[in-house]
């Protein structure tokens, strides 16, 4: 089955740091990463980070000069690295990519979600 397998979720303290990753469920199948998003209890998911195919990037004003979106592109993978934690960076944080499949070209997919709770 084709996925994105977000990792890298948890507990951690204010002013803390967690770093996300995001891939295919198949180390093979290559990816078009374009962004992460988050959803708190009660709110709407939002945009956090996204990245364009020539690798600019654009972040929420919320998390600018804490979190860094990056990729791999020889491990077909994404990261968010989040520093200065906050709790109300508290949600599940979701991996949005296209995935290229021989029947079908470049396929639009979302990870299932990780948590990050930060306590305060």
């Known amino acids: 089955q084709v996925q994105l397998v977000e990792a890298g979720g948890g507990l951690v303290q204010a002013g803390g740091s967690l770093r996300l990753s995001c891939a295919a469920s198949?180390?093979?199948?290559?990816?078009?990463?374009k962004g992460w998003y988050r959803q708190a209890p009660g709110k709407q998911r939002e945009l956090v980070a996204a990245v364009s195919s020539e690798g600019s990037t654009n972040y929420a004003n919320s998390v600018k000069g804490r979190f860094t979106i990056s990729r791999d592109i020889a491990k077909n993978t994404v990261y968010l690295q989040m520093n200065s934690l906050k709790p109300e960076d508290t949600a599940v944080y979701f991996c949005n990519a296209d995935i290229f499949l021989a029947s079908t070209g470049w396929v639009d997919y979302w990870g299932q979600g990780t948590q990050v709770t930060v306590s305060s």
């Open positions: 198949r180390s093979t199948f290559r990816i078009n990463a």
